[in-house]
């Protein structure tokens, strides 16, 4: 009995740690070129062993499909606009596709589309609903182009909700908005505030079992000169930890996968190529 005993503590502090892994254990594996297709890649959703990411503003609206070494395997035309597609998120069997880019101040209304994953594996891509949403906090129109806290890039699935996160050009303090993904039309306002991060936030991702949520982003300074940074907050959005990507660039998009690693992917920019990357935690 005592040895059962022992046995299971055991095994239950490897599960505590590895649910529980911080930031500092995390380190980078390995990088991948991305396709070119895939150049501007501004989301990321872990889905199974497979990757799923999609292009900003510019670029078609299609849905590409990664293997680990960040070659398509497939890709979708989606049946819906990309007006400057964020991020995208899964859960339960759903993709996200977060439409909230506003980089130049100049929109209002962003949108979240919903698809079902078995929709994009057959070839067909079509909306399951959309949520159309508005920053009730900020009602100062028009702003000087990436100079303002109208803009988002970042979102993430937590508990049958989808929470985004502010870019906040002018004053690198993150603002949180909780999502209904079943309401058609929404003002939002912010439920926390995030202001001692290295920059703003570009990616999200929720991991449920640490109730963690993984940020990557860079400072506001802007191109060419970006420092990447990735962070790890709290259920309440407390900054757990935060980490320099040093010697990375344009990092736009996280997620975790069954394994608890992290992956994560850098639109390619002057003198660095878009890239996917791998951290997991040191043993």
């Not at 959703?45 to 990757?51: E, I, Y």
């Not at 100079?147 to 985004?164: G, K, P, R, S």
């Not at 109730?211 to 191109?223: A, F, T």
């Not at 757990?240 to 040093?246: E, G, I, M, Q, R």
Request: with cysteine.
């Amino acid at each position: 009995m005592v040895r059962r005993v022992l046995s299971w503590l055991m095994l239950s502090g490897v599960c505590s740690s590895a649910l529980s892994a911080d930031l500092a254990r995390y380190e980078v594996i390995a990088q991948h070129k991305l396709s070119a297709q895939v150049a501007e890649t501004s989301g990321l959703a872990c889905v199974g062993d497979s990757k799923y990411t999609i292009n900003d503003s510019g670029n078609p609206a299609i849905i590409y499909q990664l293997d680990d070494q960040g070659q398509v395997i497939t890709e979708v035309t989606a049946a819906i606009n990309n007006r400057d597609w964020e991020a995208l998120s899964f859960a339960d069997g759903q993709l996200y596709i977060a439409d909230i880019g506003n980089n130049h101040a100049n929109r209002r209304n962003m949108v979240v589309y919903q698809l079902t994953l078995d929709s994009v594996r057959k070839g067909i891509a079509a909306e399951v609903s959309s949520t159309t949403f508005e920053f009730a906090d900020y009602d100062t129109f028009p702003v000087d182009s990436v100079h303002h806290d109208v803009d988002a890039e970042a979102m993430a699935f937590n508990q049958e909700q989808l929470i985004v996160f502010s870019k906040s050009w002018r004053t690198n303090v993150a603002r949180a908005y909780r999502i209904d993904p079943n309401q058609t039309q929404q003002r939002l306002m912010p439920i926390a505030t995030i202001d001692n991060l290295p920059g703003m936030i570009t990616g999200a991702h929720y991991d449920a079992a640490s109730k963690n949520y993984w940020v990557v982003g860079y400072n506001s300074k802007g191109l060419p000169k970006l420092t990447p940074f990735i962070a790890q907050l709290d259920d309440s959005f407390n900054v757990v930890a935060t980490k320099d990507l040093t010697g990375f660039g344009q990092v736009e998009a996280i997620c975790m996968d069954k394994q608890r690693h992290l992956w994560l992917t850098q639109e390619q920019m002057l003198f660095k190529p878009a890239l996917l990357i791998q951290m997991a935690p040191k043993l």
